[in-house]
């Protein structure tokens, strides 16, 4: 197929929907599409803006995939258009804008067989596999992240999530309240901890054997898999993914065991299909991050603690005018804020106006615990970083701490990102960006890790 060629069924297609034929620019663009070329080399080459070159190849991109039953991105578009155009050719011949309806009704026609053909050869029952997921008998707040996964998952197709967030604030929580809820739209749903195992193969055995009652291919599981995502609509959770990345280096460098996850992750994106794939993680990595979420089937869910006194309800506190306070200083992250409450029940009574009196912020074992386990992950340059920052008592720009570190411009540059890629250090927007800890946090680093 040559750009001729491509041109004129795109033509054809565009035609079809808006009674209108590609212009100069629409025309250009597509060439660049096809070529390979980004937006940016594409705008140079025809004096736009990269904006409106994006503008002019995303509705463009739109129309394709409204007209082709399938989704048409810059990615697939040479692939999928090259597919189609062969399919299409075969049936009736290209270059006729009259016959066009008739190609776009035998290609609908063709994708429903398609469809059917793999409902006929799909197994019958539906597989959910619990097991490794928590019982949540208490859920509180939270309302607006229910909402954006449920956007995301079932308007959007999203298929690559990442709900990311501090060790405590409730990742776990929400996604197994989501699935809760929302169990019945999905033909498969399964959950699985990388705390418990690792193993990609086992995981992906576990689930073909679920769906296809034992008959697992040994070789090709990847295909076989893909194929599953493909007939059915799955739903996988893999919880705890920060145990498949190094410790003592920067944040999400995937372990050399455990790069075959890598190879997932971004195939779950880059493969067409119609499940989705949730990663909870107290670390980011590079793969769950997307610059063009237009072009990208990725979100990131990053959770900030909770607002809400509601949470506090039924744990019998006295004062309720006062927990709102108490929210504030553990910055509404519900395990350090059950770690408190029982520490001001057996202390205080559960008065906890006398415990705010005392005007100290306890770092409870139970807390230390969790973020010496953190911190232990943390590379040196980061540990020096967030050392540095919790002797400032305010935030702090980056030449502040550059100034009062020996460490090169490109390792402190490095090692905030990371500490934010770890929700360990908070950016604080404004017209000098500074940069902070958390008052857990601080307080965490100032009496526990000072030599
Ligand atoms: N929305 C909520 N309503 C009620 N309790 C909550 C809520 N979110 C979290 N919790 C409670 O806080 C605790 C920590 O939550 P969760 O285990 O989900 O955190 P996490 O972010 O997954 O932490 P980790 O990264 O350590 O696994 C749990 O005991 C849970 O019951
Ligand atoms: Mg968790």
Same mark, same amino acid.
């Given at each position: 197929m040559d750009v001729k060629e491509v041109l004129q069924f795109a033509d054809e297609l565009v035609f079809a929907q808006t009674g209108k034929h590609l212009d100069d620019i629409q025309e250009t663009v597509i060439k660049g599409v096809w070529q390979g070329q980004t937006y940016e080399t594409i705008a140079d080459e025809c004096h736009r803006s990269e904006s409106h070159v994006r503008d002019i190849g995303y509705k463009l991109l739109q129309i394709l995939s409204k007209q082709l039953g399938e989704d048409v991105n810059k990615y697939n578009f040479r692939s999928t258009i090259e597919r189609i155009y062969v399919k299409s050719s075969q049936v009736i011949g290209i270059? #006729? =804008? =009259?016959k066009f309806n008739f190609c776009s009704q035998t290609l609908d026609q063709s994708h429903q067989d398609n469809q059917q053909n793999q409902a006929k050869s799909k197994p019958s029952s539906n597989f959910h596999d619990l097991t490794l997921a928590p019982k949540i008998t208490h859920f509180y707040d939270r309302t607006t992240e229910l909402q954006? @996964? !449920? =956007?995301? @998952? *079932?308007h959007q197709n999203t298929r690559l999530i990442s709900v990311l967030g501090l060790s405590g604030i409730g990742k776990t929580t929400l996604v197994k309240q989501f699935v809760d809820l929302n169990l019945q739209q999905f033909d498969v749903v399964v959950w699985k901890n990388l705390k418990l195992s690792q193993s990609l193969d086992g995981i992906i055995t576990e689930i073909l054997t679920g769906v296809n009652h034992d008959s697992v291919q040994p070789d090709n599981k990847l295909t076989q898999l893909f194929n599953v995502l493909r007939q059915k609509k799955c739903l996988i959770i893999l919880d705890d993914i920060q145990e498949l990345f190094i410790k003592g280096d920067w944040a999400g460098q995937f372990k050399t065991e455990y790069k075959n996850y890598q #190879?997932?992750? *971004?195939?779950?994106? $880059?493969i067409e299909h119609q499940s989705s794939l949730i990663l909870i993680s107290q670390e980011q990595c590079q793969e769950m991050i997307c610059l063009d979420e237009e072009l990208y089937p990725i979100k990131c869910l990053e959770l900030e603690g909770v607002e809400s006194r509601s949470i506090m309800k039924n744990w019998g506190l006295k004062d309720d005018e006062t927990w709102? %306070? &108490?929210?504030? &200083?553990y910055e509404g992250n519900p395990v350090y804020l059950k770690d408190i409450v029982s520490l001001i029940k057996n202390i205080f009574g559960g008065k906890v106006?006398?415990? &705010?009196? $005392?005007d100290s912020l306890i770092v409870t074992k139970d807390m230390k615990s969790r973020l010496t386990k953190l911190f232990k992950r943390l590379s040196p340059r980061e540990q020096e970083i967030v050392l540095q920052l919790s002797k400032f008592e305010q935030p702090v720009s980056r $030449?502040?701490?550059? %100034? !009062?570190l020996s460490l090169s411009s490109m390792d402190l540059m490095n090692g905030l990102e990371s500490l934010r890629q770890r929700y360990l250090v908070k950016r604080i927007e404004g017209e000098q960006v500074l940069f902070d800890l958390s008052l857990v946090v601080r307080e965490y680093v100032r009496t526990c890790c000072q030599n």
């Amino acid at each position: 197929m040559d750009v001729k060629e491509v041109l004129q069924f795109a033509d054809e297609l565009v035609f079809a929907q808006t009674g209108k034929h590609l212009d100069d620019i629409q025309e250009t663009v597509i060439k660049g599409v096809w070529q390979g070329q980004t937006y940016e080399t594409i705008a140079d080459e025809c004096h736009r803006s990269e904006s409106h070159v994006r503008d002019i190849g995303y509705k463009l991109l739109q129309i394709l995939s409204k007209q082709l039953g399938e989704d048409v991105n810059k990615y697939n578009f040479r692939s999928t258009i090259e597919r189609i155009y062969v399919k299409s050719s075969q049936v009736i011949g290209i270059g #006729n =804008h =009259h016959k066009f309806n008739f190609c776009s009704q035998t290609l609908d026609q063709s994708h429903q067989d398609n469809q059917q053909n793999q409902a006929k050869s799909k197994p019958s029952s539906n597989f959910h596999d619990l097991t490794l997921a928590p019982k949540i008998t208490h859920f509180y707040d939270r309302t607006t992240e229910l909402q954006t @996964l !449920s =956007h995301w @998952l *079932t308007h959007q197709n999203t298929r690559l999530i990442s709900v990311l967030g501090l060790s405590g604030i409730g990742k776990t929580t929400l996604v197994k309240q989501f699935v809760d809820l929302n169990l019945q739209q999905f033909d498969v749903v399964v959950w699985k901890n990388l705390k418990l195992s690792q193993s990609l193969d086992g995981i992906i055995t576990e689930i073909l054997t679920g769906v296809n009652h034992d008959s697992v291919q040994p070789d090709n599981k990847l295909t076989q898999l893909f194929n599953v995502l493909r007939q059915k609509k799955c739903l996988i959770i893999l919880d705890d993914i920060q145990e498949l990345f190094i410790k003592g280096d920067w944040a999400g460098q995937f372990k050399t065991e455990y790069k075959n996850y890598q #190879n997932l992750f *971004t195939m779950m994106t $880059e493969i067409e299909h119609q499940s989705s794939l949730i990663l909870i993680s107290q670390e980011q990595c590079q793969e769950m991050i997307c610059l063009d979420e237009e072009l990208y089937p990725i979100k990131c869910l990053e959770l900030e603690g909770v607002e809400s006194r509601s949470i506090m309800k039924n744990w019998g506190l006295k004062d309720d005018e006062t927990w709102a %306070q &108490l929210i504030k &200083l553990y910055e509404g992250n519900p395990v350090y804020l059950k770690d408190i409450v029982s520490l001001i029940k057996n202390i205080f009574g559960g008065k906890v106006a006398d415990f &705010l009196n $005392e005007d100290s912020l306890i770092v409870t074992k139970d807390m230390k615990s969790r973020l010496t386990k953190l911190f232990k992950r943390l590379s040196p340059r980061e540990q020096e970083i967030v050392l540095q920052l919790s002797k400032f008592e305010q935030p702090v720009s980056r $030449e502040d701490l550059r %100034q !009062s570190l020996s460490l090169s411009s490109m390792d402190l540059m490095n090692g905030l990102e990371s500490l934010r890629q770890r929700y360990l250090v908070k950016r604080i927007e404004g017209e000098q960006v500074l940069f902070d800890l958390s008052l857990v946090v601080r307080e965490y680093v100032r009496t526990c890790c000072q030599n």
